[in-house]
């Protein structure tokens, strides 16, 4: 499988890519650990004439806490996430979304912001950084600002990131103390992608209710996204039984399922729904007090 | 220096791997010839086309193109690919499609480059027109009148008919009890080896030889077909295949590439590459399986099966590989499994469709037949309420009854079924394990235990019945060299590709000869080399090659004793060969070094009058049947009935493949084929949409499995020899694929059984599961 012809350009600092980018504009792609942009060259289904690479970039490869945030920068590999005390602890979902992304050898090179740009529907992190409420910090020629995981993800392959910009870091609040969050995920066989992947943050109140709940959706459709249909019908009950397989019942509501030879709409959807009342039960055992 | 052991029976490591894991091995794409130019394929985007045009003008005029050529060009050039197994209609099939394009990934058009780069931007630059036609994908719908046809001269989408009705098979089956009908599926696969093909050929001119490498199961055959179609003699074409990176079956063969590599080769009078794609080697390597067969059986209440009829649907694809039609032949004979089934009849259509051509994948029709007849002995169980293990009991051939003509015409070689199926019981807890199904029945869990009980025929001689016009038979050739330091060089013409015979082999000749393994060099795979032999498929090498090594092996030994009985002055058939000496067997410190025994044969210090100067032999063993090796596996899981998962909680194999000359290697092939065939049971399938569009045409979409999909297997062996080579070795390298998918298969349906689904075809994919409990639980309702 050969690639078109392109120009590679190596950057060394944000700055510098960020460089590279106002020169390049629409004919330049950023490459991170390149898990998903290069098999899409060498398939030419992507033909950019300029690769910028931000591999190298160390000031995107920390994990920090910042402010009382949970930081990862972008150029984070999936293996450092899911083997981080620090996200284990704080973020725990995000790990276990890590853990499960392809193999060995793509979660030593894939990278947080890499998979997050690329916004492919059935990518892991976006159901988990959609549950934590990840903030994604973007900086490109015209400054830096902030986007909100639930605002980030606009469509198929499609992101609230402007062509010009970088995807810097995601920040998260550590979640606290009462709150459980896991990721279950059903990987499709061939790509290990997921057909249907669940995050869920479940905060349990002083009197044994479902102060908070949040979760996130990937698989289904042509983005990831949260269901709020389930949040809300399960928001203020007791963790019972029968309330969350009746909140877990909307995880597709509202929701075009795709279909194809490893699932059909249906049984995706019914996927969500069983995955998603799996994911608050896991979520709900780790909200110890 | 310390004596030496027996080295044959010992689990020694495979000799080739350090070179393989450290990256060392030369495979085609390690190839590499001054002024080599690369070859680039246009393929066909549609599965059934009038190609209208073909403009390859841009693309001959793209800096760095030598040459561009469609399949008009080479009309007259080139003779069609060879199909050498018999069938009624075999198509012309030219290297690059003339006229008509008949699958996704037909060859269209060659375009040759200094670099692959700038071959593969070439192939966009070629301007084809094609007019689409109707595709017919299914089989059994290709058949039908007014189906649109695949090559029009035939008048029909048949390939060829096979029927077999015995006389008295009316009578067997009317002394049934019951009967069942039922359909099974047996979905096509792609063989998914992990270095696709690849081919370099380099024609000197000046010696006008043409030397070409290819990734192939079978150097010499593969030479035979293209001196026919390169118009060489084969003493001037040498093929050879280097490392080999899998091929289970798909590289049993010749394909375009191969001979148009060749033919430019010496066109050009440039050395070319060509390293398959892995999207290509999906769409245009030859596929396995593709059968669906309709299945009659007739029993007694006591499960005695009385007859067995099946008509079989078989998928060729649009063209006829080298032994595309013949494969299904290997499921009709293979039907009745380790049992005495009263009565078989048959009726086999082997049908064009517009996908790629079938042919032998990893057990090559005989995992088609294990999977019919495993279903349907369990299909009888679940008829009858029997244990599926008592009906097969009941149905065993026994053990003392072989040799044993089945059904089929087969005579079997050896066996003892009950000795494997019971060891395997006994190691997987059978009856413990039933009692915790029931328990877990009641507390709404799903486990399932699936037994299947194979038999698959190997070491496929006597040479009558291979295809006559495969040249070369069922035979297998050695050849060993004593060197005059004493080291050995032994020369196989089977052709190992992850099979272990550099190990193997070793350990034979160095039992034989009373030396170390570790100065034996096994060579193969290449025809300059290596004297003519049929390569490795069909489980062969060793019952086979095996075999012809001992041959050559005695030869050798016998001129050495003869030197030695000269030199000890005692009877040579006195002699043993022990630690690296020549012994008097009633007392081996009387004996005399091997070395000064080769020094004589090489004469340079006591030449021994009237004995020929040299130390090398070789053999040719031609078999008198055919070897069944057989075991039992049993399969233990769980299904999630909310998601359809399944779950493996054991799997024990159980296998007999006659005398083992290296466990190590035995357990090996038995795990790689379990997984294949685990692999047909719950994840593979090669998917055409119904325009005949490859939908799995990337390891994205097609789902082999993965070492975290595959179970710890719980191994165990019994050992029933085979009385046709001196090794009594029988084979065991698709064993494992062909136990594997019945066992799984019968596993989760019986997993399935409180939900009175009886069967599901293959793969058992989730959502067809759960789809199969929400229908059984809405008809219950209903």
Redesign the interface.
Known sequence: ??P??FEYHRAHSVKDALALLKRFGQDAKLLSGGHSLLPMMK??LAQPAHLIDIGAVGELAQIAEEGGKVVIGAGVTHQQIADSALVRGKLQALAEAAAQIG?VQVRNRGTLGGSLAHADPAADYPAAVLALEGEVKLEGAQGTRTVKAQDFFVDLLTTAMNPDEILRQVSFSPIAVGTGCAYLK?P?????FALVGVAALVSLGRDGSCEKVRVGVTGLGSKAFRAAGVESALAGKKPEANAIAAAAAHAADGIDCLSD????AD?RA??AR??TRRAIEKALERCAR | MAALPKFIGQPIRRREDPRLITGEGTYVDDVKLAGMLHAALMRSPYAHAKISSVDLSAARKHPGVICALSGEDLAGRLPSLPCVAPAQNVPEHPALARGKVRYVGDAVAIVVATDPYTARDAIDLITADFDPLPAVVDAEKALQPGAPLIHENFGTNLAAKAEMTPPGFDKAMSEADKTLKFRLVNQRLTPTMMEPRGVVAHWEHGYKQLTLWSSTQIPHLLRSQLADMLKLGENKIRVIAPEVGGGFGAKLNVYAEEALLGYLAMELDRPIKWIETRRENMAATTHGRGHVTYVEVGFKNDGAITAIKAKFFCDMGAYLQLLTPAIPSFTALMVPGCYRVGALAFEQNLIFTNKMATDAYRGAGRPEACYLIERTMDMVAAELGMDPVQVRRKNFIPKDAFPFTTAAGLQYDSGDYEGALNKALAMVGYDKLRTEQAAARQQGRYLGIGVSTYVEICGIGPSALLPPKLKGGGWESATVRVEPDSKVTVLTGVSPHGQGQETSFAQIAADALGIDIDDINVLHGDTAIVQYGIGTFGSRATALGGTALVMALGKVQEKMKTIASRLMEVPPQQLIFTNRTIALASDPSKSIPLQKVVEAAYGYKQPIPGVEPGLDASAFFEPSGCTFPFGTHIAVVEVDPQTGAVKFLRYVAVDDCGKIINPLLVDGQLQGGIAQGLGQALYEETVYDENGQLVTASLMDYAIPKAQMVPAIEMANTVTPTNLNPLGVKGVGEAGTIGSTPCVANAVMDALKPFGIRHIDMPLKPEKIWRAIQEAKQAKKG
């Open positions: 499988m050969f078109a012809t398939l030419r193999d059903r499709q066989p061939a790509s290990g030879i490893h699932a059909s049984f019914e996927l069983v995955y």
